[in-house]
């Protein structure tokens, strides 16, 4: 069974581009979440999703950020334009609904912006 | 709101060295509580679970007590290797409202020959 898969795994980019990350999660796993870790610091929730639906966007930083869950299969996530602060790893994971808590994740989209 | 918050590594041990990992939590409700492994080149990975107090989570030699008068849940192993070498994180599920998990900031382990 394949796992949960990001793409690009690395990218570098000047800030006020914009930059489009992928997860594709788990078939079969309706919960999909975003998160980002910045050098040193925790892991931060940024949004949830169930299917198609977003249950808590809580975590998003602002409205340079938007994510979006195409019928309920894989994700996006778009920053634009981006900042240097935007800089970190951005984690997908995915879990089956009633086991909210048991993620699986992806290996990450390390995002650098010049 | 809730929060984690664990030791700051890096931590450096010998080969068969006792580990433990200090973790403590801020939550309303009962949280379920969770320590993930993320081995260098790899995504995050749940390594044990603990859905109430008093409840020990163990897998692969670690384990980890959920104690609910400390507000704790320490990682501890009997005896590291060198494969054990990974960023530790500890986490909680909150029992109400969204289903989201809060992560501490890691914890480094490395182990030595």
């Known amino acids: 069974e394949a796992g949960v898969t990001q793409f690009p795994s690395h990218s570098v980019i000047e800030k006020g581009q914009t930059v489009t990350l992928r997860c594709d999660p788990i078939?079969?796993?309706?919960?999909l979440y975003w998160y980002r870790r910045v050098m040193g610091k925790e892991i931060k929730f940024l949004l949830h999703?169930?299917?198609?639906?977003?249950?808590?966007e809580s975590g998003m930083p602002n409205n340079r950020f938007l994510a979006e869950r195409t019928g309920g299969t894989y994700s996006t996530l778009k920053v634009q334009p981006a900042e240097l602060e935007d800089s970190g790893v951005y984690f997908c994971?995915?879990?089956?609904?009633?086991?909210?808590?048991?993620?699986?994740f992806g290996e990450g989209s390390r995002l650098t912006v010049l | 709101g809730n929060s984690v918050t664990q030791m700051e590594g890096p931590v450096t041990l010998s080969e068969e060295a006792f580990l433990t990992i200090n973790c403590t939590y801020t939550?309303?409700?009962?949280?379920?509580l969770f320590w993930y492994v993320q081995y260098p080149g790899e995504g995050l990975q749940l390594l044990l679970k603990?859905?109430?107090?008093?409840d020990k989570g163990s897998n692969k030699g670690f384990e980890a007590t959920y104690r609910k008068e400390t507000t704790s849940f320490h990682l501890e192993k009997g005896s590291v290797q060198v494969s054990d070498s990974a960023v530790y994180f500890c986490?909680?599920?909150?029992?109400?409202?969204?289903?989201?998990?809060?992560f501490g900031i890691g914890t480094k382990l490395q182990v030595i020959p």
């Open positions: 603990a859905t109430k107090a008093d």
């Open positions: 999703f169930v299917k198609e639906s977003k249950q808590d």
């Open positions: 986490a909680l599920l909150d029992s109400g409202g969204y289903q989201k998990v809060t």
């Open positions: 939550a309303t409700g009962y949280p379920s």
């Open positions: 994971a995915s879990s089956i609904q009633g086991r909210s808590g048991e993620l699986f």
């Open positions: 078939s079969g796993h309706d919960n």
